[in-house]
T-cell receptor, first 111, second 114 residues
């Protein structure tokens, strides 16, 4: 089946630093999604990408859908304490497909 | 985005028993999905539930262990049957959004099996 490789597994950064994480897949997806999950909650959708090469921003977050349709990255600029959490990439094929998730990137911010 | 609620939010159960998890959404949706998130792990799709038809299960998940109901366009249930400690996980429902290209998640049900 499809597999997503997400890196890094964890990040320890200083407040104010920029963050970059990425996902690669063994096969193509039609949609790439980025979620954030905080303790005790379900994943919250941050950014959705619908076509190859698409670059989309949501405030301090920027994500891109790779040209090959097998990869995506998420950047967070000027990190703040509330950015702490686990960030998941997810890929979706066509039609009624469910999502395939990466293993997550744990973001920890040191004041 | 849709507002999704799940009941119970958490439970502690004895092995060999069954638990039914409810998922309610505030708008009508065609597709609902159930995921499992084992401790410290990512999310894995269990099944897709389309109203009016049998759920479609992913490899490694079977209907006898995880029966699903989808009686209408705003509600679904997932039952975890004959539980063992290995079933201790967070169970999440999600609904389609964005023209079917995105999904929104409920808060999850945290299950501990002793």
């Amino acid at each position: 089946g499809q597999q997503l490789n997400q890196s890094p597994q964890s990040m320890f950064i200083q407040e104010g630093e920029d963050v970059s994480m990425n996902c690669t897949s063994s096969s193509i997806f039609n949609t790439w999604l980025w979620y954030k999950q905080e303790p005790g909650e379900g994943p919250v959708l941050l950014i959705a990408l619908y076509k190859a090469g698409e670059l989309t921003s949501n405030g301090r977050l920027t994500a891109q859908f790779g040209i090959t349709r097998k990869d995506s990255f998420l950047n967070i600029s000027a990190s703040i304490p509330s950015d702490v959490g686990i960030y998941f990439c997810a890929g979706k094929g066509g039609g009624a497909d469910g999502l395939t998730f990466g293993k997550g990137t744990h973001l920890i911010i040191q004041p | 985005s849709a507002v999704i609620s799940q009941k119970p939010s958490r439970d502690i159960c004895q092995r060999g028993t069954s638990l039914t998890i409810q998922c309610q959404v505030d708008s009508q949706v065609t597709m609902m999905f159930w995921y499992r998130q084992q401790p410290g792990q990512s999310l894995t799709l269990i099944a897709t539930a389309n109203q009016g038809s049998e759920a479609t299960y992913e490899s490694g998940f079977v209907i006898d262990k995880f029966p699903i109901s989808r009686p209408n366009l705003t509600f679904s249930t997932l039952t975890v049957s004959n539980m063992s400690p290995e079933d201790s996980s967070i169970y999440l429902c999600s609904v389609e959004g964005g023209g079917g290209e995105t999904q929104y998640f409920g808060p999850g049900t945290r299950l501990l099996v002793l």
